[in-house]
């Protein structure tokens, strides 16, 4: 097995584009008239599903390196609470998510750290678990985001 390669695989899959819009460009061209506006069958806003993605994003990246992780309360503190927000609200969060994943991809990157090792604070769970978590959980939102992008007509 080729190591490199599969840690380039891993990282590369925060941006893929090649089955799929990446989170750059399904994130570009949102103007403030579109962020509060519900765009989903549930009643959620792009608001809803950025933060949303950044808050779990967060949550996996401050549990592969912080050894007195506290579990966040599900479903309460995945999900941000109903409010209109400000357009830049909207723009921070968008730069933090893009930070922690760039973040994790230099997590991937680094060959000093054993992907495959179990978490010494959670020995059930390895860093490579997490990566595959993170970038499994962002296809699925990163896809609701596409439709809601779609039904608002953006």
Same mark, same amino acid.
């Given at each position: 097995?080729?190591?490199?390669?599969?840690? +380039?695989? &891993?990282?590369?899959?925060? =941006?893929?584009?090649?089955?799929?819009?990446?989170a750059?460009?399904?994130f570009?061209n949102?103007?403030?008239? /579109?962020i509060?506006?519900?765009?989903?069958?549930?009643? @959620?806003?792009l608001?809803?599903?950025? +933060?949303?993605?950044?808050?779990?994003q %967060?949550d996996? $990246?401050?549990?592969? @390196? #912080?050894? #007195?992780?506290? !579990?966040?309360?599900?479903? !309460?503190?995945?999900?941000?609470? +109903?409010?209109?927000?400000? %357009? +830049?609200?909207?723009?921070?969060? *968008?730069a933090?998510? /893009?930070?922690?994943?760039?973040?994790?991809? *230099?997590i991937?990157? =680094?060959?000093?750290?054993?992907?495959?090792?179990? $978490?010494?604070?959670?020995? !059930?769970?390895?860093i &490579?678990?997490e990566?595959? $978590?993170?970038?499994?959980?962002?296809?699925y939102? $990163?896809?609701?985001f596409?439709?809601?992008? @779609?039904?608002?007509?953006?």
């Open positions: 097995m080729n190591e490199k390669k599969v840690r +380039e695989q &891993l990282a590369y899959s925060f =941006d893929w584009d090649k089955a799929h819009e990446n750059v460009s399904l570009s949102i103007t403030h008239e /579109f509060n506006e519900k765009a989903m069958p549930n009643g @959620r806003t608001w809803d599903l950025l +933060e949303h993605l950044r808050i779990c %967060f996996i $990246l401050d549990f592969i @390196r #912080n050894p #007195n992780y506290k !579990d966040l309360s599900w479903p !309460d503190d995945y999900w941000p609470p +109903e409010e209109e927000v400000s %357009f +830049e609200r909207w723009e921070k969060s *968008k933090d998510f /893009f930070n922690d994943s760039k973040q994790l991809k *230099k991937a990157l =680094d060959p000093s750290l054993d992907i495959t090792a179990p $978490l010494a604070h959670a020995p !059930d769970y390895t &490579l678990r990566l595959i $978590l993170v970038t499994n959980h962002n296809s939102h $990163l896809g609701q596409a439709l809601a992008r @779609r039904s608002l007509g953006i």
